[in-house]
Nanobody, 126 residues
Framework: QVQLAESGGGLVQAGDSLRLSCSAS????????MGWFRQAPGKERECVAA????????YQADSMKGRFTISRDTAKNTVYLQMNSLKPEDTAVYYC???????????????????WGQGTQVTVSS
């Protein structure tokens, strides 16, 4: 089992930056894939970025590149999501997720992930 706890969300203005943290506990994360997802009201959950715990390989849709950066600190068992130049359309609940066994090519697919945090709200005002 892996327990995930997100933090760092809040209310910001358009153009601001925010860094989310995901603290992981439980089993060792070696070999796991970690992901950040978001879900706005009435919309499907979408992947912001994913990263392999061991090698640090990242996966991101082109629409998410440039303003969102995922990273991890293996010593702190923490995954980060740096968000810059935030826009009102970035308003959503942001979730951290993890999976040990996944299919190559499906790194950005939510149903591939086994463990989820409770989420942290990010609200961007215009």
């Amino acid at each position: 089992q892996v327990q995930l706890a997100e933090s760092g969300g809040g209310l910001v203005q358009a153009g601001d930056s925010l860094r989310l943290s995901c603290s992981a506990s439980g089993r060792a994360l070696s070999g796991h894939l970690m992901g950040w997802f978001r879900q706005a009201p009435g919309k499907e959950r979408e992947c912001v970025a994913a990263i392999t715990w061991s090698g640090g390989n990242t996966y991101q849709a082109d629409s998410m590149k440039g303003r969102f950066t995922i990273s991890r600190d293996t010593a702190k068992n923490t995954v980060y999501l740096q968000m810059n130049s935030l826009k009102p359309e970035d308003t959503a609940v942001y979730y951290c997720a993890a999976v040990r066994v996944y299919r190559p090519g499906y790194e950005r697919v939510a149903r591939e992930y086994d463990y989820w945090g409770q989420g942290t709200q990010v609200t961007v005002s215009s």
